[in-house]
């Protein structure tokens, strides 16, 4: 269970947003640009500090814990590989971090990588990648932290891969994904094909919210 309330200020912009998501539920925050979806995230990233409100998952107050700390991964709009890991070592840096063994990080690795249908790129650097493939292993680096919260920002906005492959990737993924997401996208439809929940923002406010189906 996720319960926050965003609040941060930038110079002529305020956000002022609830959102609450019980586990397995998807929130898509829609909006036009400059609404506030890619301040709500870092906010619950812990990557930009709030200046007030809340934000508890599963009871246990996140406000106070880094951003490295909280069971949270982000993927953004750039992937954000490290270049000078293979694609394997990318994926494995994340468990590695919350303490498994290079062997087991690796293990898992692998295993994320089968499931975003990359298993041949093990030894592949990131320049070599295409778009749409660096954004499947930033996928994958993210789930394989096993995240309690998955932020994906702006996921069919890349263009890499056709809009109806990508979701079709995502809806996969997110079906199986036991934790909450919150996900960004420009255009409400959009969200009817990957969230349970919109909430349309508008100037840092959330203008109206809908159940696009049960979770
Ligand atoms: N690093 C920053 N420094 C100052 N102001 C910023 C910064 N990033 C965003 N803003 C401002 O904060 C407001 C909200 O921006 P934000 O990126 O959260 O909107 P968004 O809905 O995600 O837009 P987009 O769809 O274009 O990414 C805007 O007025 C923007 O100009």
Redesign the pocket.
């Known amino acids: 269970m996720m319960d926050a309330h965003l609040v941060a200020a930038?110079?002529?912009?305020r956000?002022d947003v609830r959102v609450t998501a019980r586990a397995g539920e998807v929130v898509a925050l829609a909006?036009?640009?400059?609404?506030?979806?890619?301040?709500?995230l870092r906010v619950l990233a812990g990557v930009d500090p709030p200046c007030g409100g809340h934000f508890t998952l599963d009871g246990v107050p996140m406000d106070a814990w880094p951003a490295g700390r909280r069971p949270v991964a982000m993927v953004t709009p750039d992937p954000l590989l490290f270049p000078h890991l293979t694609v394997l070592e990318n994926v494995a840096f994340g468990p590695r971090c919350h303490g498994a063994s290079r062997a087991a990080a690796r293990r898992c690795a692998a295993v994320w990588l089968e499931q975003v249908g990359l298993p041949e790129h093990h030894h592949t650097r990131p320049r070599d990648l295409t778009p749409g493939q660096s954004h499947r292993v930033a996928l994958a680096r993210a789930l394989a932290v096993r995240p309690r919260l998955l932020l994906l920002d702006?996921p069919l906005t890349d263009g890499a891969l056709p809009r109806p492959r990508t979701r079709s990737v995502l809806r996969h993924h997110l079906a199986a994904f036991p934790g909450v997401c919150v996900l960004?996208v420009?255009d409400p439809a959009d969200a009817a094909s990957l969230a349970t929940r919109t909430l349309l923002?508008h100037d840092?406010a959330c203008l109206r919210e809908e159940t696009v189906r049960p979770s």
């Open positions: 930038r110079p002529g912009f956000l909006g036009p640009g400059g609404a506030g979806k890619t301040t709500a702006g960004t420009t923002l840092g």
